[in-house]
């Protein structure tokens, strides 16, 4: 079956730094892919929509100076979390629309701003 | 726009019991449904998606749902529940075409008692 792979799992830096997600489709094509932030006990927010060789789609509200999407090939979208602050400590999430009509899900990256 | 209602934010049931985890969509065009099932600290896990035809859809881990057209429902079940599902469980809806973006219902915190 589709396998999305997501790196790191999770993740601890200082505020002010940057920090790079990565989200990989690995036994399939994925044109389109998705990016969400989960905080604690509530469901999945879409941040953004991400295209192959295309900028990517914000959802409203969302900062794209501050979470920067990339989707440079096929197989790869990666999240970077630009001047990271405390207040964007989250679990985010990566998802990739796969052959059936379904979406897979990477596992996740806990990112901890100190 | 779309939108996904759980019903029940927590469902708490004994284990070999049978569950029902309610969910209510309101979209103005026709949409693909999913139930996706999240353990703790991890990402998202399919366990079935209706896309047309057949109205009752099985899924993994012995869970089925059925899609209500006219109740704009598509409810999960399982006849008989093991401490292993304890879990959230989250609806999705997308438009019906393929790689779109998901929206996500608030979740149902399944807890399975001995």
């Known amino acids: 079956g589709a396998v999305v792979s997501q790196h790191p799992s999770w993740v601890i830096c200082k505020s002010g730094t940057s920090v790079k997600i990565e989200c990989r489709s690995l036994d399939f094509q994925a044109t389109t892919m998705f990016w969400y932030r989960q905080f604690p006990k509530q469901s999945l927010m879409l941040m953004a929509t991400s295209n192959e060789g295309s900028k990517a789609t914000y959802e409203q509200g969302v900062e794209k100076d501050k979470f920067l999407i990339n989707h440079a090939s096929l197989t790869l979208s990666t999240l970077t979390v630009t001047s990271a602050h405390p207040e964007d400590s989250s679990f985010y999430i990566c998802?990739?629309?796969?052959?059936?009509?379904?979406?897979?899900f990477g596992s996740g990256t806990r990112l901890t701003v100190v | 726009a779309q939108s996904v209602t759980q019903l029940d934010s927590q469902v708490p049931v004994f284990e070999e019991a049978p569950v029902e985890l309610r969910c209510n969509y309101s979209?103005?065009?026709?949409?693909?449904l999913f139930w996706y099932v999240q353990y703790p600290n991890q990402g998202l896990q399919l366990l079935l998606k209706?896309?047309?035809?057949?109205?009752l859809v099985k899924g993994i881990n012995g869970f089925e749902a059925e899609f209500n057209k006219s109740q704009t429902s598509f409810h999960l079940r399982k006849p008989s529940v093991h401490i292993s599902d304890t879990a959230e469980y989250f609806c999705a809806v997308s438009e019906p075409q393929g790689a779109q973006k998901l929206v996500f219902g608030q979740g149902t915190r399944l807890t399975i008692n001995p």
């Open positions: 209706y896309l047309s035809g057949s109205t």
């Open positions: 979209s103005s065009v026709s949409v693909y």
């Open positions: 998802s990739a629309g796969d052959r059936g009509y379904g979406y897979t």
